[in-house]
Structure formats: C-alpha cells, structure tokens
C-alpha cells in the first residue's frame, strides 16, 4: 500500500468481505481438526484462495497452505502466517456454529486467525486482479462442508 490508510476505505473493505469472514470461520469452528493433520481445514483454506484467483500449494508431511501474491511492482515481502489446529476439548455453548467434532474445539481461535490471514489476502491482491476476482469473491459465502 502506498500513502496513507484512509479509515472509510479500509472500513468500506472489510464491510464489503464482512459476511464471508464470518461464514468462513464458523465453518471451521464446526469442524476443528487436532495436530499436523488437518484435511478438512486445510480444504477450506485452500478453497478460499482459489476463490480469490491465487494457487494454493498444500503440505503433505504437515499440514499447510502456501499462496503466493504478486505485485505489479518489485517491493518488499509480507507473510501472513497463522495456526490452524484446535484442542482436545469439548464444546458445550450451544452456539448454532459449535464443534461437531466429538472431543474437539476452537477454544484457542486458531479458527479465527487462520481466516483473518486468508481475508488479508484479499487488500494486498493488486487491484485490477481484485476486480476481476470480484464474482468469485462473492461465491464464497454459499460454500459449505
């Protein structure tokens, strides 16, 4: 990003990604994953990134999701890292989106942070890639496991 943020932009943006965000991460608070082996979250991940136009490499030994995001221009790197895994627990809230998972849960908000860097990829694509991303962008929200 070039210049200052401007707050109303920034708002307007993630406003706009809003609902996807929420839909997103509470599909991976119903289904927590413990340990290196993580399939299901590891799909869901990958499944938004491809929404997003980039290409998605997975691990197989443990599990990851790598996506590179290019610039027009040559500049400095960012990486977004997060956790994705959840604990041995078991969830008793309630809540429409709680673990369906018997003995597991998102009680550390992995599930969370593993989604806030993937919408992160959204600001920092180039912003004609952006736009032309935009019918995908939206076809995310329907999307369940």
């Known amino acids: 990003m070039n210049g200052p943020i401007d707050p109303q932009r920034l708002r307007a943006a993630a406003e706009a990604i809003l609902d996807d965000v929420i839909e997103i991460r509470r599909r991976l608070h119903r289904r927590p994953e413990i340990g290196l082996h993580l399939p299901e979250t590891q799909a869901v991940i990958a499944d938004a990134l491809r929404d997003l136009g980039l290409e998605p490499r ?81 076809a995310l929200i329907g999307v369940r496991l």
């Not at 599990?63 to 221009?73: C, F, N, Y």
């Not at 809540?95 to 550390?108: I, K, Q, T």
């Open 58 to 138: 997975l691990g197989v030994s443990t599990t990851s999701v790598v996506a590179l995001i290019e610039g027009a221009t040559a500049g400095p790197t960012t990486l977004l890292r997060a956790d994705m895994d959840g604990l041995p627990l078991s969830e008793d809230t309630g809540l429409p989106f709680a673990s369906e998972v018997a003995g597991a849960m998102h009680a550390c908000g992995h599930d969370g942070h593993a989604y806030a860097a993937t919408a992160n990829c959204v600001n920092r694509i180039p912003s004609s890639a952006t736009q032309a991303k935009t019918e995908r962008r939206k």
